[in-house]
């Protein structure tokens, strides 16, 4: 299951991520994503109603979202992460990383992909047998850092999150730089779109990004 997840984000080469506080809200948002091709979408737990709503859009994908791995970001420790897969998320996508989360996941047998910024953090998540970590906040670490980085960890995967623009060209050049997938957040899922705007932009960068 890990393995497919994996897959759907590489495949897309971006991951949507989003919270809003009203459930009907996220559920446009999410049946925008999915109805332009995305299969693989990280809801942020960043409001006191992220679970609940979580919970909610879980339901919901089980009869009008069926292809749709929901994961979770922002979560920052093991009551959080305990929380969420109960909440049957597919995946959880943090922050920060330490041994402690890192080994619960694997406990839990939830795929983790941790935020990682140095070479000593990314060592964790590799030393504990994961193969994808999220390299946050990108734009500090800049669009040469995972070339100089990956042949100490050839068998790692990097997806890169944080200032990254939703431009198939600025994606592009993520992408020759060594990451497999992006994540984008108020970049693309911008509050001033409509679903139709967002469901065509989404349209567009996939077919742009899939040509490359």
Same mark, same amino acid.
């Given at each position: 299951?890990s393995?497919?997840?994996i897959?759907?984000?590489?495949?897309q080469?971006?991951i949507?991520?989003?919270?809003n506080?009203?459930?009907?809200?996220?559920k446009s948002?999410v049946? %925008?994503?999915?109805?332009?091709?995305?299969r693989a979408?990280?809801?942020t737990n960043?409001?006191?109603?992220?679970?609940?709503?979580f919970?909610?859009?879980?339901?919901?994908?089980?009869?009008?979202?069926p292809e749709?791995s929901?994961?979770i970001g922002t979560?920052?420790n093991? %009551?959080e992460?305990?929380?969420f897969?109960d909440?049957?998320a597919?995946?959880?996508i943090t922050?920060i990383?330490?041994?402690?989360?890192?080994?619960?996941s694997?406990?839990?047998?939830?795929l983790?992909?941790p935020?990682?910024f140095?070479? %000593?953090e990314?060592?964790i998540?590799y030393?504990?047998?994961?193969?994808?970590?999220?390299?946050?906040?990108?734009?500090?670490a800049?669009?040469?850092y995972?070339k100089?980085?990956?042949?100490?960890?050839?068998?790692?995967e990097f997806?890169l999150?944080?200032?990254?623009?939703a431009d198939?060209?600025?994606i592009?050049?993520w992408? %020759?730089g060594?990451a497999?997938?992006?994540?984008l957040?108020s970049?693309l899922?911008?509050?001033?779109?409509?679903?139709e705007?967002?469901k065509?932009?989404v349209?567009?960068?996939?077919s742009l990004l899939?040509?490359?």
């Amino acid at each position: 299951m890990s393995l497919n997840i994996i897959q759907k984000i590489k495949e897309q080469k971006i991951i949507p991520l989003f919270y809003n506080d009203s459930f009907e809200v996220s559920k446009s948002i999410v049946k %925008s994503l999915y109805e332009a091709g995305i299969r693989a979408v990280e809801y942020t737990n960043r409001g006191e109603l992220a679970l609940e709503n979580f919970r909610k859009l879980k339901e919901l994908a089980v009869t009008e979202f069926p292809e749709l791995s929901l994961g979770i970001g922002t979560v920052k420790n093991i %009551s959080e992460m305990d929380a969420f897969i109960d909440a049957k998320a597919d995946f959880i996508i943090t922050p920060i990383i330490n041994e402690e989360l890192v080994k619960h996941s694997v406990d839990k047998n939830i795929l983790l992909i941790p935020g990682c910024f140095t070479p %000593s953090e990314i060592n964790i998540a590799y030393q504990n047998g994961l193969r994808m970590v999220k390299v946050f906040p990108a734009d500090l670490a800049g669009k040469n850092y995972i070339k100089s980085i990956s042949p100490v960890f050839p068998e790692m995967e990097f997806m890169l999150t944080g200032g990254i623009h939703a431009d198939a060209q600025d994606i592009s050049e993520w992408m %020759s730089g060594g990451a497999v997938a992006v994540g984008l957040g108020s970049a693309l899922v911008k509050k001033e779109f409509s679903d139709e705007q967002l469901k065509e932009k989404v349209e567009q960068l996939l077919s742009l990004l899939n040509k490359k």
